[in-house]
């Protein structure tokens, strides 16, 4: 039976204990909700400080080549490759997510338009509505007869995979249930029918290992403010391969895009490389951040990360199981290691009442449709007694019922 005691034990010979102390967290409180808002990197007060005051105070416009701005894109994107198995010059960091998504499968899309039969994308149901919302906008739009496949389960995928699949459209990591696709083998379906495979890495970029190469991944988009830390609303990141470089021709053309940008020429012609993926105008001072939250990276490896994130999610998951036995829990994350996230998923007929004590006890996770309880585990900031302590804070208020089941939804929770 474990104890606290051996929690501590653990946190003692923790090769990654040490990483806390470059994060600012409050006193009183246990953040397990990295997985959708990372803590912050105490390096990024003064780096904001020395954007704001120096680059752009003193410096003012020369700052965009004096100091990097125009590059800090693709120089990102080059610091957050090895992360996602990916090299210099596939990635950049820009955008949300959102309009990432709608970027690489409209090029998907394009890539796939040579053959009239392939006119499906294929996603799930359980995806975070964004993608889907997105696909949903640019079949629309498009108005070229594409349409979606919602499958239900990771095991209708084969099924529903074939001749007139253009594009598979996964989250690798499951935004709410934490379930970890297999992308080897999904990847390999997809080929197998002549499809493309597009991976979102929301929930995997900084939390999982991730080989887009190995893996045989066709394009590839994420987040930088959950796990990499990047701050609220970063610049997100789009991948896309050597490979596919000088087929990929996304909608969105804007001047930095471009080609030659500052020819101020009539018409678009895409930049070589990754620069295409780009838009517009970037929000400098978010992205600066962003930098602050890969430099920590850069001191560990995504193994250590996986390790520790395992043991975590093991060890919360078998002290839920153990003390709060008595109510009426259910474990929607995975098991096996392979299939699971850093994120585990807990239903509970009152969720949102009791995700709310929890919070108001101190311990932020948090609360997704429907009855589910989200609790994030960053290796980099949260120790194992932590872990002990969320969950006797837990059994202490299913045990007294200390949660009030008429409570108010919030708009943002
Ligand atoms: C968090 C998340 C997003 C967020 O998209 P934004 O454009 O940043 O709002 C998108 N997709 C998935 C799968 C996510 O988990």
Redesign the pocket.
């Known amino acids: 039976m474990t104890t606290r005691n051996h929690c501590l034990e653990r946190d003692a010979q923790d090769p990654l204990a040490a990483f806390r102390s470059q994060f600012d967290l409050p006193d009183g409180v246990i953040y397990l909700d990295g997985n959708?808002l990372g803590a912050r990197p105490k390096a990024s007060l003064s780096r904001a400080q020395h954007v704001i005051t120096q680059e752009w105070g003193h410096d003012l416009i020369r700052s965009w080549n004096t100091a990097g701005w125009f590059d800090l894109p693709k120089h990102l994107g080059n610091r957050l490759a090895p992360l996602i198995g990916g090299v210099d010059g596939e990635v950049v960091v820009t955008?949300?997510?959102?309009?990432?998504?709608f970027k690489a499968l409209a090029a998907a899309l394009q890539m796939q338009s040579c053959d009239a039969a392939r006119r499906v994308i294929v996603t799930e149901r359980s995806?975070?509505p964004?993608?889907i919302y997105m696909a949903e906008g640019l079949s629309k739009w498009l108005d070229r007869g594409y349409s979606i496949k919602l499958i239900d389960s990771p095991d209708e995928l084969p099924a529903a995979i074939g001749a007139d699949t253009a594009v598979v459209m996964l989250?690798h990591v499951?935004?709410r249930s934490g379930y970890q696709y297999d992308m080897q083998a999904t990847s390999a379906l997809a080929h197998a029918a002549g499809a493309l495979i597009l991976w979102?890495l929301?929930?995997s970029a900084g939390a999982v290992p991730v080989d887009l190469h190995a893996n045989g991944a066709d394009l590839a988009?994420?987040?930088t403010?959950?796990y990499l830390n990047g701050g609220p609303?970063a610049p997100?990141f789009i991948w896309v391969p050597k490979k596919h470089q000088g087929q990929f021709q996304q909608p969105l053309s804007g001047w930095w895009g471009h080609a030659t940008p500052f020819a101020m020429a009539p018409h678009f012609a895409p930049a070589d490389g990754i620069g295409r993926a780009l838009c517009g105008t970037q929000p400098i001072v978010s992205l600066a951040m962003v930098e602050c939250g890969l430099d920590v990276f850069a001191q560990t490896s995504m193994a250590a990360i996986r390790e520790k994130s395992l043991a975590l999610t093991d060890l919360f998951i078998e002290l839920v199981e153990a003390r709060c036995g008595a109510h009426p829990l259910g474990l929607v994350t995975p098991r096996e290691h392979p299939h699971r996230g850093s994120h585990v998923s807990f239903t509970h007929p009152h969720g949102y009442a009791v995700m709310q004590a929890l919070i108001a006890r101190g311990v932020i996770g948090d609360y997704r449709e429907p009855a589910i309880m989200r609790f994030g585990f960053t290796p980099l900031y949260t120790s194992y007694a932590e872990v002990w302590d969320a969950v006797e804070i837990l059994r202490d208020i299913l045990d007294r019922q200390d949660y009030n089941v008429d409570a108010k939804r919030d708009a943002v929770t």
């Open positions: 959708s955008d949300t997510t959102s309009v990432n998504l995806n975070f964004t993608d989250t499951n935004y979102d929301a929930h988009v994420g987040c403010y959950k609303g997100a």
